[in-house]
């Protein structure tokens, strides 16, 4: 079974703060995704990657950044965290054009 | 951009009642179609996907859906729904001739089974 996982369940943060979301999958696919979500907006994806040091901005990308140094591994960054950015983080992988696989996601609190 | 609209922001249904949760998409030209369940606290699980063939496609927990090209629908069902069905489902549509490799979710339907 495909297994992605994501650093924190849970992760409560100060405004301005720097944080790091992480996520690990153990398929080797090429392409990995952060998303957020919010009550009655579905996920909006933030950005994606094709494989390592590539990606492309999202739709809602303003306030991140990402990394990919390792196929396996994707960060989210929230340079300066904003109360706006509090979430519920979601990440995926998948091989090009097959199904999304999910991490349990990060519910992140910002104060 | 693809848009995806899930009609439905809540359903209540009782348990052992049939159930259809809508989805329609913008994208006329070839795209994959998947639905996901999100049980509270959850990621998202893959219910069953449409990629190409019979448009009629079955997933798990006895659920199905039915690809519509002409309407650009792809709506869920279940012909008899359980309490641990109670969860919320998203429609999501990849590939056609706006970016292959994006994703678009709908805004979720919450499925709400009552004994």
């Known amino acids: 079974d495909v297994k992605v996982t994501q650093s924190s369940r849970y992760l409560v943060k100060r405004t301005g703060e720097k944080v790091f979301l992480e996520c690990v999958q153990d398929m080797d696919h090429e392409n990995m995704f952060w998303y957020r979500q919010d009550p009655g907006l579905g996920l909006r994806l933030i950005y994606f990657s094709y494989d390592v040091k590539m990606k492309e901005k999202g739709d809602i990308p303003e306030g991140y950044s990402v990394s990919r140094e390792k196929k396996e591994r994707f960060s989210l960054i929230l340079e300066s965290a904003s109360t706006n950015q509090t979430s519920m983080y979601l990440c995926?992988?998948?091989?090009?054009?097959?199904?999304?696989?999910f991490g349990p996601g990060t519910r992140l609190l910002v104060l | 951009a693809q848009s995806v609209t899930q009609l439905d922001s809540q359903v209540p249904v009782f348990e052992e009642a049939p159930v259809e949760l809508r989805c329609n998409y913008s994208s006329s030209v070839s795209v994959y179609l998947f639905w996901y369940v999100q049980y509270p606290n959850q990621g998202l699980q893959l219910l069953l996907k449409y990629l190409s063939g019979s448009t009629l496609v079955k997933g798990i927990n006895g659920f199905e859906a039915e690809f519509n090209k002409s309407q650009t629908s792809f709506h869920l069902r279940k012909p008899s729904v359980h309490i641990s069905d109670t969860a919320e489902y998203f429609c999501?549509?990849?590939?056609?001739?706006?970016?292959?490799?994006?994703?678009?979710f709908g805004s979720g339907t919450k499925l709400n089974v009552k004994p």
């Open positions: 995926a992988s998948r091989f090009w054009g097959e199904t999304q696989y």
């Open positions: 999501a549509v990849s590939g056609g001739q706006y970016n292959f490799n994006k994703f678009y």
